[in-house]
């Protein structure tokens, strides 16, 4: 059976997780990139685009599975060295800030596009290889600069075709989380180090509250959870009191989110009946709750002062609550944020495979990250920005509806003589040189039916023929596809008759009766 | 002196070979690649990016290295394969065109645009990343498919900005080479993995015919070559008559090159006289002398004949010896081609670093390589593309001048008084709803000789400041620093009186004012 003549011939495949795209797949992207990248501009960002290889100790680890510390990465050695693929953007900005401090300007807004690679297990829609859109300012301190990035993100997600409406910025503070965790005593401002793994349980907890719900955190932060399944997740063994401190912060949270609504009819399903207290300013509720909560954390404070101020500049701009709210459940998984975070969410649902509705969900995030450029230079270098889930707001693009996935094919011109191609070609030169997209039929012309099929797998909105006959009347047939499809499908023989799909025309009028097509097709 | 205190810090450098590209960098590449794109849709041809990671056996070893089969890609262990970094578009391509060959269409027209990766020795401007545009047509035996390569490279370089006569593409057919090979007794058709390595090093010396002259290809082809330094170079060890062979198909070559009368010139320097024959269609008399040199090797005959159909095509759609010629002398690098083959060379000249006038050089080559997606398949499947060097070409535009590397800086709202974040941020506001490119200041404000150096650094045309009288006043201060760079760098006292570069106006009327003078600017 087997066959083992010559060599061994290569698997043609894309290695696993990676993917190619094809067509629209690319110039859909590249559109939609194209006008992200008009909004930061005129914000004032300048384009940045690294090396896509980065040293190992350059780039860190600050990858959010905290369980995997030495894998994320594609990595290989060199000489000393440990090279690596980029896994984020914002690493690579931190090295840069760093390398070229003397050369840019202070602060450096910048925006930068590309693929980025995570070595993790692949599974069905979940690729190594994905594009991130980024914005950051590097050297403001100010929260002005975070305020600068929510709005532009707004403006971003409006431009590409989300409407308001649509979607929501919601805007929490670490500083505001690390003061509820120093009042509920697992955060001590002398020691930083002690009650880590505590507090990432926590953060965890509260990051998946939509999914586990209230009792669900409650397990976490006490003795630990066990789903469904009968699995076990280690809890962060907190004592009541320490639970009840976080609970009441998570009370907050399920008053203030973009959802609270949808999400407190949700918990109430669950179990726990809700009452929605967002009101018509919910960032200006949510503020005065909160400081509440954080009781007389300095940090806490300090944290929560600055929500104020990113919603009053905001507000000044003219981004209301519409677009843009205060939200205490926003945690964000990546461990170098120290101030502000956001989130941008898609509130309208789609439908899934199976017919049902589902929240579509983040597309961007980011915040406030002061000491990742630092680790270089040793001196504090602040810095906030945000990062653009490509694919995903791809495909909220297109379940909306929104994306020109129907690029017209090239008019196709067939070849009925092979020893005529240099005519044929002439007409293909005449239709590109009228700016009119057009090919010759490049395969092997035997077989007209193969012709006309590639120029149905093309989606060709025209075919041109020119047989030796016409050739010495000096005209050409152009057959008009779309219409020819219409009456295929459609139409009665009457209509056929007055609506001919095939037209016979001079050779000097080729050009212009395909735009006259093409025009009446648009 | 050590101060091992704390960690270490990761060192900010990009790996050796490795660089980052800054804002005009990154958008004056993508202006110029919007624009090949643009062309290559027109042709019919559709966008394919295929992932970075591919597996090693399915990349293949065809650098043009032949020293270091092993090396030249970026390369780690995944369990049990070997995944890498894709060295160019093409071995992607063939790859694609195998694992998808029921669903594309045939012929399968694609361009590919991104960074590729070489693992090389780094060196003074060669890099180990690098942009490359192709586009490629699979499926299609015809040499119609080459001729259109041919005629697209024309047009996509004048898209970008060469104009005709500052560029040439110069074509050859592999066939040919193969022709005179056997002719000279180093090529059995029916043994074709004889002397192999003989006509490795003939095809490589006829490459470097430029830089080595006939002498020096001469010595190559027999015992070898010693260079001024004293290095030996192995040569072929041919027999005197099979160096007559191939030096009468040099003599050809070096009639026929689009630099025939320059490099005549050179040759003659070099202790050769020599004559230009080129005449007034020098592709013609180029096939007329071909086919003599080939003498009755089939295969030479049936590369000279595809030759001379390329020209005609050409010639019936417009593309004369002005843009495209036939030239015996290109050979290029890589290893996979089996037919046509050609090369876009910029033919004016520029000053080096010391002055002295350079040619430009190649950057596009390309040509037919049949057997690439027959590795995967086992069944031969025709194809033929061109790559277009990016960086090489974005080099040229950038030396005559044809690149927009002023890219405007932003207009920058200045921060007098910190406590009035929210008016600076309402006009910044202002400005880009207008679609003005603008930006608060957003370092610490206290020092405002740092507002205007940042404002200088960034290019801004224009800087507004308010401060509290102006606030009360409600106008704010414009302050044109294109106008003020010019004062202070040309004008007398008295022209700097009657041009005032900071003028007063009412806030409502900012935006207005502010467009006035960029207008003014344009």
């Given at each position: ?21 094809f067509g629209h797949?690319v110039t ?378 129907t690029a017209q094919g090239p008019v196709v011109v067939t070849v009925m003589d092979r020893d005529r191609m240099s005519d044929y070609m002439g007409m293909v030169a005449d239709l590109r040189a009228a700016d009119i997209r057009a090919e010759m039929y490049l395969g092997n012309p035997k077989n007209f039916g193969n012709q006309l099929k590639y120029a149905d797998k093309r989606g060709s909105p025209i075919a041109i023929i020119q047989g030796?006959?016409e050739a010495?009347?000096?005209?050409v047939q152009i057959k008009d596809l779309i219409l020819g499809a ?16 095939q037209?016979?025309v001079?050779r000097?009028n080729l050009v212009q009766t395909v735009r006259d097509i093409l025009d009446?097709h648009k």
């Amino acid at each position: 059976m087997a066959k083992t003549k010559g060599p061994r011939r290569p698997k043609a495949e894309t290695p696993k997780g990676f993917r190619d795209y094809f067509g629209h797949e690319v110039t859909a992207r590249k559109a939609m990139l194209d006008k992200i990248a008009e909004v930061y501009h005129r914000y004032g960002f300048d384009a940045l685009e690294t090396s896509a290889v980065e040293t190992v100790e350059a780039l860190g680890k600050f990858l959010p599975d905290v369980d995997r510390p030495n894998e994320g990465v594609f990595a290989w050695e060199e000489d000393a060295d440990w090279l690596a693929l980029r896994y984020d953007l914002t690493a690579p900005l931190a090295r840069v800030a760093a390398q070229y401090r003397q050369d840019l300007p202070t602060p450096y807004r910048r925006y930068a596009m590309g693929p980025v690679w995570r070595n993790e297990k692949p599974g069905p829609g979940r690729f190594r290889q994905f594009y991130q859109c980024d914005a950051d300012t590097v050297g403001a301190a100010s929260v002005a600069a975070d305020a600068e990035i929510c709005a532009m993100l707004s403006d971003a997600l409006e431009e590409v075709g989300i409407p308001r409406g649509d979607y929501v910025i919601r805007v929490n503070n670490r500083k505001v989380l690390n003061g509820v965790m120093e009042v509920a005593g697992i955060l001590d401002p002398a020691d930083p180090e002690k009650f880590a793994s505590e507090r990432g349980i926590v953060l965890r907890a509260i990051d998946k509250l939509d999914r586990l719900g209230v009792e669900g955190v409650r397990a976490l932060l006490g003795e630990g959870r066990k789903d469904e399944s009968g699995d076990v997740t280690k809890g962060a063994g907190l004592r009541t009191e320490q639970i009840q401190r976080i609970m009441t912060f998570i009370d907050v949270s399920l008053q203030f989110g973009p959802e609270a609504q949808a999400r407190s009819k949700k918990i109430a399903m669950m179990g726990r009946p809700m009452m929605f207290l967002g009101g018509s300013n919910p960032s200006a509720s949510a503020v005065k709750f909160l400081r509440a909560v954080v009781s007389d954390s300095e940090q806490g404070i300090e944290g929560v002062y600055e929500l104020e101020q990113i919603a009053s500049l905001l507000a000044a701009q003219g981004y209301g609550p519409d677009r843009i709210i205060i939200d205490p459940s926003v945690v964000r998984g990546l461990g170098y944020y120290t101030g502000p975070v956001f989130e941008a969410e898609l509130t309208f649902s789609i439908e899934d495979e199976k017919g049902r509705p589902r929240q579509f969900g983040s597309v961007a995030g980011g915040g406030r990250y002061d000491d990742l450029v630092k680790r270089f230079t040793g001196q504090p270098v602040p810095a906030t920005g945000v990062s653009i889930g490509v694919d995903r707001l791809l495909a909220a693009l297109q379940a909306k509806g929104r994306l020109d996935t129907t690029a017209q094919g090239p008019v196709v011109v067939t070849v009925m003589d092979r020893d005529r191609m240099s005519d044929y070609m002439g007409m293909v030169a005449d239709l590109r040189a009228a700016d009119i997209r057009a090919e010759m039929y490049l395969g092997n012309p035997k077989n007209f039916g193969n012709q006309l099929k590639y120029a149905d797998k093309r989606g060709s909105p025209i075919a041109i023929i020119q047989g030796g006959d016409e050739a010495a009347k000096g005209v050409v047939q152009i057959k008009d596809l779309i219409l020819g499809a219409k009456i295929a499908q459609q139409a009665t023989v009457e209509e056929w008759k007055s609506q001919p799909a095939q037209i016979e025309v001079a050779r000097e009028n080729l050009v212009q009766t395909v735009r006259d097509i093409l025009d009446r097709h648009k």
